[in-house]
């Protein structure tokens, strides 16, 4: 009975995930036609926003892909995707203003942030290892494999919930330095919340179907023990 009523409701956050990540793509593709007063393009306007808080020694590059931004803590260095690098769009600005509030979080000792780089190498070793003991526990009956495979889960799990506030905290940094340094005006703001708050439901998608899969798995351990 559990095992339906279980993929049920994983069949159903991986519904919404889906239509999360349809959504972020949408408002970004849509607002990526917008052209900002000011021409600013993402990478201007992360290094403005860098600028303007006293951060000299964070670098901003161009990398390839699609919507592949990110801000890497280890070399501080925000990674903009040649559509958001390059571009002077609403869109753009959004997530390249994002990203620097990921590195002015790391210049801050923001603890979220930290606590999501502590856990980063436990949560790419359970990622890889726990699926193989999941499967190699429940074929070979095995409860203590299971077990072990769930505790490697936890990692991931922990990290996707952990990425949350981080996520929620960069994008209100953004949209308030947007507005307090005039990188965009008036109705743009508006515009960028609704880009900003796209993205984040993907993260708010990622960690639901976690912690479900996770509680599954726990329910399959007891039910083997």
């Given at each position: 009975?559990?095992?339906?009523?279980?993929?049920?409701?994983?069949l159903?956050?991986?519904?919404?995930?889906?239509?999360?990540n349809?959504?972020?793509?949408?408002?970004?593709?849509?607002?990526?036609?917008?052209?900002?007063?000011?021409?600013?393009?993402?990478?201007?306007?992360?290094?403005q926003?860098?600028?303007?808080?006293?951060?000299?020694?964070?670098?901003?590059?161009?990398?390839?892909?699609?919507?592949?931004?990110?801000?890497?803590?280890?070399?501080?260095?925000?990674?903009?995707?040649?559509?958001?690098?390059?571009?002077?769009?609403?869109?753009?600005?959004?997530?390249?203003?994002?990203?620097?509030?990921?590195?002015?979080?790391?210049?801050?000792?923001?603890?979220?942030l930290?606590?999501?780089?502590?856990?980063?190498?436990?949560?790419?070793?359970g990622?890889?290892?726990?699926?193989?003991?999941?499967?190699?526990?429940?074929?070979l009956?095995?409860?203590?494999?299971?077990n072990?495979?769930?505790?490697?889960?936890?990692f991931?799990?922990?990290?996707?919930?952990?990425?949350?506030?981080?996520?929620?905290?960069?994008?209100?940094?953004?949209?308030?330095?947007m507005?307090?340094?005039?990188?965009?005006?008036?109705?743009?703001?508006?515009?960028?919340?609704?880009?900003?708050?796209?993205?984040?439901?993907?993260?708010?998608?990622a960690?639901?179907?976690?912690?479900?899969?996770?509680?599954?798995?726990?329910?399959?351990?007891?039910?083997?023990?």
């Amino acid at each position: 009975m559990y095992y339906g009523s279980g993929y049920f409701m994983l069949l159903i956050l991986m519904i919404l995930a889906f239509f999360a990540n349809m959504g972020v793509k949408n408002t970004f593709n849509k607002y990526h036609k917008v052209r900002n007063v000011r021409g600013l393009t993402g990478a201007q306007a992360a290094e403005q926003m860098l600028r303007s808080n006293g951060v000299y020694d964070v670098r901003v590059e161009r990398i390839s892909g699609y919507l592949s931004d990110h801000y890497d803590p280890r070399s501080k260095t925000i990674r903009l995707s040649e559509p958001v690098y390059d571009n002077p769009s609403v869109a753009s600005v959004s997530v390249a203003c994002h990203e620097a509030g990921h590195a002015l979080q790391h210049e801050g000792g923001y603890v979220p942030l930290s606590l999501r780089t502590a856990v980063l190498p436990a949560a790419q070793l359970g990622s890889k290892a726990a699926w193989p003991l999941l499967i190699a526990g429940v074929i070979l009956s095995l409860p203590m494999f299971i077990n072990i495979g769930v505790i490697f889960f936890s990692f991931s799990v922990l990290f996707q919930v952990i990425t949350l506030p981080v996520e929620f905290n960069a994008s209100s940094r953004a949209l308030r330095m947007m507005n307090e340094y005039g990188i965009l005006v008036d109705e743009e703001n508006s515009h960028a919340r609704k880009v900003l708050t796209a993205a984040a439901m993907t993260y708010v998608a990622a960690a639901a179907i976690a912690v479900g899969q996770l509680i599954r798995f726990l329910l399959m351990a007891n039910r083997r023990d």
